[in-house]
T-cell receptor
Framework: GAGVSQSPSNKVTEKGKDVELRCDPI?????LYWYRQRLGQGLEFLIY????????KSGLPSDRFSAERTGESVSTLTIQRTQQEDSAVYLC?????????????FGSGTQLSVL | DAKTTQPPSMDCAEGRAANLPCNHS???????VYWYRQIHSQGPQYIIH???NNETNEMASLIITEDRKSSTLILPHATLRDTAVYYC????????????FGGGTRLMVKP
């Protein structure tokens, strides 16, 4: 596609349920990033993929969070047993290679609301 | 990565130049200055970056002081659509890994 696509755009779930958030990066982009942004706050790094490998998982806040990427394309961020503090916008970004910061493109995010 | 300091908010009149400052006094010789902005309900968008020379593109100009300890992003003729949070980030180019977004400056362009 023309840009980074994220789905769903909005997700409302009940506390304790699992959710999956999807990111379709720009075709050919080998680097993929996940960030979280709570209301009125800055971006919080979660995880970074180079190809299908995740060299940096340091930002994942707990073992309830996991992510995978397949075919050097689609990535899925999974949150198990969601908590109210997980409510945030989850942003995905991709770039042609890692470190191509001027070619880093973000999606519009998934707004997650945990009731 | 070098830490950056930006004012939390600024106002600018529509049609006037918006000058957004950023301090990065601990910047290293191989670190670039990147600017991104985030318009409400969207993901951040790359604006411009530079190492030591001033840079200009279709969106903005970047002025970096000679000692590289501070920089200014200039939007020459601000419009209402430029209302956004502007992030100044210092990073070694092609270093891999993620960009760290700080608090940024919330620019409000007023009619």
């Amino acid at each position: 596609g023309a840009g980074v696509s994220q789905s769903p755009s909005n997700k409302v779930t009940e506390k304790g349920k699992d959710v999956e958030l999807r990111c379709d990066p720009i075709s050919g982009h080998t680097a993929l990033y996940w960030y979280r942004q709570r209301l009125g706050q800055g971006l919080e790094f979660l995880i970074y993929f180079q190809g299908n490998s995740a060299p940096d998982k340091s930002g994942l806040p707990s073992d309830r969070f996991s992510a995978e990427r397949t075919g050097e394309s689609v990535s899925t961020l999974t949150i198990q047993r969601t908590q109210q503090e997980d409510s945030a916008v989850y942003l995905c970004a991709s770039s042609p290679t890692s470190g191509s910061y001027e070619k880093l493109f973000f999606g519009s995010g998934t707004q997650l609301s945990v009731l | 990565d070098a830490k950056t300091t930006q004012p939390p908010s600024m106002d600018c009149a529509e049609g006037r130049a918006a000058n957004l400052p950023c301090n990065h006094s601990t910047i290293s010789g191989n670190e670039y200055v990147y600017w991104y902005r985030q318009i409400h309900s969207q993901g951040p968008q790359y604006i411009i970056h530079g190492l030591k020379n001033n840079e200009t593109n279709e969106m903005a100009s970047l002025i970096i002081t000679e000692d590289r300890k501070s920089s200014t992003l200039i939007l020459p003729h601000a419009t209402l659509r430029d209302t956004a949070v502007y992030y100044c980030i210092v990073r070694v180019d092609n270093a891999g890994n993620m960009l760290t977004f700080g608090g940024g400056t919330r620019l409000m362009v007023k009619p």
